[in-house]
């Protein structure tokens, strides 16, 4: 969609629209100064594009504005299109107008391009920043193809997608701890699962799933642990325990599929390669299980 | 899938198939005797078949099945298609075997065939029967539509679907009271909305979306106020309030065709027809909506 902020989205500026007139918004994500030539790549949601001012070239009041520039300042480009082989993708924009619409402060507290690591501490504390990382970014596209492929695969076996109360009276699992709410004035918690109530809904629609937030209260002294997460969770009724796990192991597969087609650049971002896995996988009881734990 | 309990799912015969041999699990929907013949029609969570016995034809053993049987008892039919005009969808199964996993008590509290129409207290107090009434199934059906439609919809216009956390500990948005948490030992809240998450991952995703849970403890004296609810919530840089409207009116008419090019036997059902709206949508000021209401 066009809007007055952008024509075009970063990515979608490619090198056959050379010549048009285009318009961009973004966050200035690295500036380079070769003498003559500086290079400003700016980043938006879908990803980033080369701004090339030619010191000779461009007017004196584009210059000036150029000159103030800082990493992960708010700017609004006017310009056209080239094509050259140099520069990221082949292609570049040549600006006429760059509109500063929030000037970020210099230095910033957390390197966004990731040059310079940051440790785990400064990464919470300015989360805001962190979030620009080319990784934090690759996790939450590749989180994208895990859900729509698990919907998407949990819907062709015939499971509805349902929402459960997560403010509930009585604790639903054993062994969890609960957090309480005050809920006017009387006391109730949230919910640990959606357990009871996907059991009864499976008593009427025989498949469900829900993707959707739990909580545990317990304590704990490792950082593996959350009190708050999303949970995927199924239940069926006319299904064993072997049957819910060809269900879920077909869907690991598919959602291992379509991470390694379509994200293939988020994974080398991260560096990662996930586990290639063959159907059936291994099953093993309990006991089994317990046993190779100690 | 098949499993032990289904080689089918009741939707899945189809008179194509006469002469197969099927297995069939699912409730007992309804019954109906015709003294020379007994129908039993059978539902699972897919919809229903119709199950044929003939009192000359059947076994003993069958007969004295058939005769135990009442409404909503969860059963196991091995049998035999057979193509027939005089039956719904053109189908029915002749059974060889039922076998009960699980008699219904009669009379049941509530009538789930809907032919008794029950209170709002009623329905709610025996929720789970409520729920296999053909109106709520058609809902849910509807409501996942709704629900793969808006994030279609969102994700073809760059939108990132995110999580944001739930246990907060201060307000986002005036006027809106909390629901208090206790997170171990400290004063915390449920979310109200995701507004603060949502604003610094578009500073970083650009367009984001959440669908999830929110809460407001307002006390209220009507039946239209929900202190729980799931909320469709998106945010997006570089746009403007007009810009988010033409994104929603867009969702809301892509959902509306779908529903009712997907979900037309459910809207039979519901004797509802949902507007036909063309785009854009008439706009109106904030001031233009307070005196329309006064």
Redesign the interface.
């Known amino acids: 969609?066009k809007?007055?902020?952008?024509s075009h989205?970063c990515s979608e500026i490619t090198p056959s629209m050379h010549g048009c007139e285009v318009v961009v918004?973004?966050w200035v994500h690295q500036i380079r100064d070769l003498g003559g030539k500086k290079f400003i790549i700016l980043r938006?949601?879908?990803g980033t594009i080369q701004i090339t001012i030619s010191r000779g070239e461009a007017d004196k009041e584009l210059l000036e504005v150029v000159e103030q520039l800082t990493l992960e300042s708010v700017i609004m480009v006017y310009g056209k299109v080239k094509a050259d082989p140099r520069a990221p993708r082949g292609v570049e924009i040549i600006p006429t107008t760059i509109k500063i619409l929030n000037l970020a402060k210099k230095p910033l507290p957390l390197d966004v391009s990731g040059k310079v690591s940051a440790d785990l501490d400064t990464r919470l504390r300015e989360?805001?920043l962190d979030?620009?990382r080319k990784e934090?970014?690759a996790i939450?596209?590749i989180?994208?193809t895990v859900?729509?492929v698990i919907?998407e695969y949990l819907?062709s076996?015939?499971f509805?997608?349902?929402?459960t109360?997560?403010?509930i009276a009585a604790a639903t699992e054993g062994g969890a701890n609960l957090?309480?709410?005050?809920?006017?004035g009387r006391e109730a918690f949230?919910a640990q699962s959606p357990q009871l109530y996907k059991e009864?809904?499976a008593?009427?629609?025989?498949?469900v799933f829900e993707i959707?937030?739990a909580?545990r209260?317990e304590?704990s002294d490792t950082p593996y642990h959350l009190?708050?997460f999303?949970s995927v969770d199924i239940e069926a009724?006319?299904?064993?325990y072997n049957?819910v796990m060809?269900?879920l192991e077909e869907m690991i597969y598919e959602v291992l599929k379509a991470v390694n087609q379509e994200n293939a650049d988020d994974l080398l971002i991260l560096n990662y390669k996930p586990p290639s896995i063959s159907l059936p996988l291994p099953r093993i009881t309990y006991k089994e299980a317990i046993e190779k734990l100690r």
Chains 1, 2 share one sequence.
Not at 160 to 163: A, C, N
């Open positions: 969609m809007t007055k902020y952008k989205r918004s973004g938006d949601g879908s989360r805001v979030l620009r934090m970014q939450v596209r989180m994208n859900l729509r919907r819907r076996q015939g509805v997608e349902v929402f109360p997560k403010i957090f309480p709410v005050i809920y006017f949230l009864l809904l008593a009427s629609l025989e498949r959707g937030p909580w209260a304590e009190s708050e999303i009724a006319f299904m064993d049957d060809t269900i």
